[in-house]
């Protein structure tokens, strides 16, 4: 089956500036997360979609980070205006299912350096 | 809250040896899940092994085994006849049962393989 794809693979961008994301989940699966994975730490999640509603924003930076999924399949993250502690990977991921028993299957994601 | 600890930043050792890497958590919860992912250099995140609470049988992927203490509430990944492809950051992660698979992450291990 093909993977989570995410583009673009890298970004460079001057502060101030916005800059989108791009993810397309594996066939099928209804659970999307973003994830925001600054060097040095593990991944924090931004926002978690079942289908096309969001289950969980409470980490996403609402004055400048938005993301939607419309239709219930790809999802596009968007930040603007960015800042220089934007800088990091931004996984996207995907499962079947909204159970532990269902895992996570990640893109490759995107990094994102801001100066 | 829930917190993950890896205490070891970096770790190397020589292809074909054992190597265990370190991974302790704090909760108050008695149904819960932990996982360790590895992520090599293509920051891809790949799901290495899963261990459900409940289960007291220590869980097993072919060279990668655990060491499930939860009264200690630690969790330890063992490799075993390590190869060089086995190089990459190895994150240990927590979920509560029923919690829509939020993800508590430790910091990560940098594991090297050396030929």
């Known amino acids: 089956e093909a993977g989570v794809a995410q583009s673009p693979r890298y970004k460079i961008i001057e502060k101030r500036q916005s800059v989108a994301f791009w993810c397309n989940p594996i066939?099928?699966?209804?659970?999307l997360y973003w994830y925001q994975q600054i060097l040095g730490q593990g991944p924090k999640l931004l926002i978690q979609f079942q289908n096309n509603g969001v289950v969980d924003d409470s980490q996403l930076p609402k004055d400048r980070f938005s993301a939607e999924r419309l239709k219930g399949v790809d999802s596009t993250l968007k930040i603007q205006p960015a800042k220089l502690e934007d800088s990091a990977v931004y996984l996207c991921?995907?499962?079947?299912?909204?159970?532990?028993?269902?895992?996570?299957?990640f893109g490759n994601g995107t990094r994102l350096t801001v100066t | 809250a829930q917190t993950v600890t890896q205490s070891q930043p970096e770790m190397s050792v020589q292809e074909a040896e054992t190597v265990t890497l370190s991974c302790t958590y704090d909760t108050s919860e008695n149904n819960y899940y932990l996982f360790w992912y590895k992520q090599p250099p293509s920051r891809q995140m790949i799901l290495v092994i899963r261990q459900e609470a409940y289960k007291q049988q220590n869980a097993t992927e072919n060279r990668f085994s655990v060491n499930f203490q939860k009264a200690a509430k630690s969790f330890s990944l063992k490799i075993s006849d390590s190869q060089l492809g086995d190089t990459a950051m190895y994150f240990c992660?927590?979920?509560?049962?029923?919690?829509?698979?939020?993800?508590?992450w430790g910091a990560g291990t940098k594991l090297i393989i050396k030929p």
């Open positions: 991921a995907s499962s079947i299912l909204l159970r532990g028993n269902s895992p996570l299957h």
């Open positions: 992660a927590f979920m509560k049962r029923g919690s829509n698979y939020q993800l508590i």
């Open positions: 066939s099928g699966h209804a659970t």
